[in-house]
């Protein structure tokens, strides 16, 4: 599926955060894979070590990694921190994080729930952006990838608290896209709809059947789910000169779910 021959980061450097599994390492292995230096994180010091020896045994040898919660101003700092310390500049920042905590109707979602949702799937990501824009903005131009999801523009049972960070994320990119370009920086963002992660577990972990109910259910027009290399070659053509002319976009990237005009 990914087109490896493409070296569009050669002498680059990625923060990815949120990435020792699913999206967001599939995306900095893209991006290592088309020669960027990337630097990995997530909460756990065990999964971001495993996630960097799972890419240095595939010959993805410019990866180093940091823990952290992404919504710790301190673990900000650090990550930028160690960033800059280990390849001298950042030109890339792909803010991958975002978590759903419970699934419930709107109106049950605590004070608390919501708070967090917002604090790790908003703020975090404007306040990473406030933190890498500057030393972006040294290197003359770069980019910056949100990834929000189709629930910011179809609101799903269940996880409607969740939906409503993401369609902030929309706002944000937008908003961040007028204010960086001055500088040079793109912003933009990717709208997944179902891909096959642990976080997306719960929807099809039943198996076969289960899948093939929530294709029909979902109208996935593509008749499959999607998978994390689907997300990534997206993120990789917006961190990219391939999409010059491109920000304050979303792309939605669902297999042909009709979410908007
Ligand atoms: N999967 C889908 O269907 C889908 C659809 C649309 C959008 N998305 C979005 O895609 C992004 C990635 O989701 P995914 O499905 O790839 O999830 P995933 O496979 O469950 O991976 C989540 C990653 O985030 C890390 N993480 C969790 N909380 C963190 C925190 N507070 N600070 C730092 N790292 C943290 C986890 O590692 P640790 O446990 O070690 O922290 C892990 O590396 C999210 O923004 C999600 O909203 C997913």
Redesign the pocket.
């Known amino acids: 599926m990914a087109n490896n021959q493409c070296r569009r980061f050669e002498g680059k450097v990625a923060i990815v955060?949120?990435?020792?599994?699913?999206?967001?390492?599939?995306i900095a292995e893209r991006l290592l894979a088309e020669g960027a230096s990337v630097v990995?994180?997530?909460?756990?010091q065990?999964?971001?070590d495993e996630?960097i020896e799972y890419l240095i045994k595939k010959g993805l040898t410019k990866v180093a990694g940091i823990?952290?919660?992404?919504?710790?101003t301190d673990?900000q700092q650090k990550l930028v921190g160690f960033t800059l310390q280990k390849f001298g500049k950042i030109n890339v920042l792909v803010?991958?994080?975002?978590?759903?905590l419970r699934f419930s109707h709107i109106l049950k979602v605590s004070d608390q729930i919501w708070d967090k949702l917002f604090e790790?799937?908003v703020k975090?990501g404007f306040q990473m952006t406030k933190l890498v824009a500057p030393h972006i903005a040294k290197e003359g131009a770069g980019s910056i990838v949100f990834?929000?999801?189709?629930?910011a523009y179809k609101s799903q049972p269940g996880i409607a608290a969740?939906g409503i960070t993401?369609t902030a994320l929309v706002g944000l990119t937008r908003a961040l896209a007028m204010g960086l370009a001055k500088d040079n920086i793109r912003v933009n963002g990717?709208?997944?709809?179902?891909?096959?992660?642990?976080?997306?577990?719960p929807?099809w972990e039943g198996g076969e059947e289960m899948e093939k109910g929530l294709i029909e259910s979902q109208d996935i027009a593509l008749g499959r789910?999607?998978v994390?290399e689907d997300?990534a070659g997206t993120v990789a053509y917006l961190a990219s000169e391939d999409s010059s002319y491109i920000t304050g976009e979303m792309i939605i990237?669902t297999g042909g779910v009709q979410a908007r005009l």
Do not use: Q
């Open positions: 955060t949120a990435s020792t599994k699913g999206i967001g390492l599939a990995i994180g997530s909460r756990n065990n999964n971001v996630a823990a952290g919660h992404i919504e710790n673990d803010n991958n994080h975002g978590i759903n790790v799937n975090a990834n929000s999801s189709l629930s969740y993401k990717i709208a997944p709809g179902l891909i096959k992660t642990d976080m997306s577990r929807y789910l999607g994390p997300c990237i």
